[in-house]
């Protein structure tokens, strides 16, 4: 038997209609808050994500699906299924000339993303995220606007209690140093260092600052070097942008947490970062991630646009809502003439009822039982029924039975 490859999964019927309502309530909340849904290939040029996403990241290092398409040079034609959507839209955006368009633009999507990772709860090969990304808006109120769009979302799908941890990456020349002095601490350690922060201690120095690797975890715990993770090293102008984040949080009345140790897995952010967590999902505990990304517009040939973001992991989001049940259809015909029972369900249907009769015609017993399991009603049409032009309708929940004019249905 073939079966569905590793880290992947089949959205099955039993469970669609929750999927229905997550994908449905977004759309509400992005049309309300003026985003435009933007629709972009699932896979891109590699150049893309690593340029993008960063080649000093693990999902760009170890979770690509990279493919050389036609046999032909694969340094021109190699192309990667997105990992994330930000980079995509970044292209987009530059391709079709958006920075004409008055800024902010605001934009959301909804769609696959796919990451060669070790499966497990939580994590999949291939996800789906939810996202919106806002372009041209340099004030905090941008980010946060975001971070109450993961929350109100997060409210309006009925999950209570989830808390935005926030930081602040400083931008590119106040977190320089910042690197520098991590690097120094961190010398002294460097051989008690995991594998994966030995080289992200040469390639990306803060990444090492979210390991889970337990003997990091402890180096990181130590006095002297916890100091300097814990340092203020912000500059004024970074400080002042975050600073009016937390107060505009205030305002809306956004739980928050700040979270020194808060880096993210993208090398495009600068300045605010967020994540939202919840305790019940385990070990992948991220619902939603965002943030700044002042830099990358620019570094993938557009002109400089500040840029703020997040994206929702829907998978995890479904493990933390109450899930719908599929409702039971408003009438099943019951009938041993096709030709009645198709065309009674054609009428019952354009009425805007939802309808179905069996196909296989079965005794009228056992097309009883199977209405009893999924339908509220039975319509029953029998030689009586045809001859006095009457419809036997059978409350399926009390087992009243009434007689109705066919045009009173
Ligand atoms: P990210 O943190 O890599 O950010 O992913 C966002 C969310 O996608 C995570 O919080 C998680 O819920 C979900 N997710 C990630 N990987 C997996 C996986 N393997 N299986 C299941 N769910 C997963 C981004 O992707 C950025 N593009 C977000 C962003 C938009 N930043 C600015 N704009």
Request: aromatic share 10%.
């Amino acid at each position: 038997m073939i079966k569905a490859q590793r880290g992947t999964k089949d959205i099955l019927p039993g469970d669609i209609l929750t999927w229905q309502k997550i994908e449905k309530t977004a759309r509400e909340l992005f049309q309300n808050a003026n985003y435009k849904e933007i629709r972009t290939p699932i896979f891109e040029s590699t150049e893309l994500f690593a340029r993008g996403v960063g080649d000093s990241t693990d999902i760009v290092n170890k979770e690509m699906y990279t493919f050389s398409v036609g046999g032909q040079n694969k340094d021109e034609s190699s192309i990667t299924l997105r990992p994330e959507n930000t980079a995509g839209v970044v292209r987009a955006y530059i391709e079709h000339g958006f920075n004409r368009l008055s800024a902010p633009v605001k934009l959301w999507y909804f769609g696959p993303m796919f990451r060669y990772e070790r499966p497990q709860k939580g994590r999949q090969r291939q996800f789906h995220q939810i996202g919106a990304e806002m372009f041209g808006a340099e004030s905090p109120s941008a980010d946060a606007e975001m971070i109450a769009l993961v929350s109100k979302f997060l409210n309006k799908i009925g999950i209570e209690g989830l808390v935005a941890e926030i930081n602040s990456l400083g931008c590119p020349k106040c977190r320089g140093e910042y690197k520098e002095r991590i690097k120094e601490t961190l010398k002294p350690y460097l051989d008690r260092l995991c594998d994966d922060c030995k080289v992200r201690y040469e390639k990306n120095p803060l990444r090492m600052l979210d390991c889970k690797n337990e003997d990091c975890i402890r180096i990181f715990e130590d006095e002297e070097v916890k100091k300097v993770i814990l340092a203020d090293f912000i500059c004024e102008e970074c400080r002042e942008h975050y600073n009016d984040v937390k107060k505009y949080l205030d305002i809306l009345n956004i739980k928050y947490q700040e979270n020194k140790m808060l880096v993210r897995g993208l090398d495009y952010y600068t300045k605010t970062v967020f994540e939202i967590k919840s305790s019940v999902l385990g070990s992948q505990s991220a619902v939603a991630g965002g943030g700044r990304y002042d830099g990358l517009v620019e570094m993938l040939g557009g002109e400089k646009t500040p840029a703020v973001g997040f994206a929702l992991g829907v998978e995890r989001l479904f493990e933390l809502v109450e899930h719908i049940e599929q409702s039971k259809l408003d009438y099943f015909v019951v009938s041993n003439m096709q030709d009645k029972a198709l065309e009674t369900v054609q009428m019952l249907r354009d009425k805007g009822y939802s309808a179905d009769f069996d196909f296989q015609n079965r005794k009228f017993s056992k097309q009883l039982e199977k209405a009893g399991k999924i339908a509220k009603r039975a319509v029953i049409i029998g030689e009586d029924e045809v001859t006095g032009g009457y419809y036997t309708v059978k409350n399926l929940e009390t087992g009243e039975q009434t007689k109705l004019q066919k045009s009173s249905l």
